[in-house]
């Protein structure tokens, strides 16, 4: 599903107009790119039911270059990931409500 398509089944789903709808989705996705890019402490969103969107640093590191067999430095860098939550685990795996 791309994002078209998706705004798509969130119109049937919500009766939004197309473009209130994709309005809102690109603010959410704007939302949360400008908080876990924030400066401050906390890089966490958490939508519980759903899923904790956050940031992982990785340390600086020694590579090789897979062509050469070279050792090269590789950078600290952060990367955002998405950690779901239970309620959204156990939909995708087909778990039944109890």
């Known amino acids: 599903m791309n994002k078209s398509e998706l705004v798509e089944a969130m119109v049937k789903k919500t009766g939004m107009s197309k473009k209130d709808t994709e309005a809102g989705l690109n603010a959410f996705c704007e939302v949360v790119k400008k908080e876990l890019s924030n400066k ?4 966490k ?3 519980v039911g759903f899923g904790t969107f956050e940031v992982s ?3 600086a ?3 090789r270059n897979p062509l050469t067999g070279e050792t090269i430095k590789i950078k600290a ?3 955002p990931k998405f950690k779901p939550g239970k309620a ?3 939909a995708v795996n087909g ?3 109890k």
């Open 40 to 43: 401050k402490g906390d890089k």
């Open 77 to 79: 860098s952060k990367s």
């Open 95 to 97: 778990a039944k409500k």
């Open 45 to 47: 969103v958490q939508l």
């Open 61 to 63: 590191r020694n590579g």
């Open 88 to 90: 959204f685990k156990d």
């Open 57 to 59: 640093e990785r340390k």
